[in-house]
């Protein structure tokens, strides 16, 4: 079974090749979003773990851990994110931190 890195990298490779000017725009416009403000990249990594749990994405949850901790994220730094998104989503966004469990004992374990 593909990790979900992979799965995210072939999605990427698909959209280059069926649809690449779309695909461009898009890399463009959420390049430029990095840089309105002054927040710096981890604490975006963080934000985007918690917008990724309350999508209910589980491949958006690990890439944007991995990315997180790569960053220098603490762990309960991201688990705090991850269960922002739950406070806020209730039920269905509390049974997608598995995912993070799962992410996190991958990566600090």
Not at 8 to 17: F, H, I
Not at 79 to 87: E, F, G, P, S
Request: net charge negative; aromatic share 8%; charged share 15%.
């Amino acid at each position: 079974m593909s990790s979900a890195p992979e799965k995210a990298a072939q999605a990427m490779t698909y959209l280059q090749q069926y649809a690449p000017e779309e695909y461009g725009k898009y890399l463009q416009f959420t390049g430029s979003l990095g840089k309105i403000g002054n927040l710096p990249p981890v604490t975006q990594e963080l934000i985007l773990v918690s917008c990724a749990v309350a999508s209910q994405c589980d491949m958006c949850i690990t890439l944007h851990i991995e990315n997180a901790a790569a960053l220098g994220a603490a762990r309960e730094d991201i688990l705090q994110a991850a269960m922002l998104a739950v406070a806020m989503g209730g039920s269905p966004k509390l049974m997608y931190m598995s995912y993070v469990f799962e992410a996190l004992e991958d990566l600090f374990d």
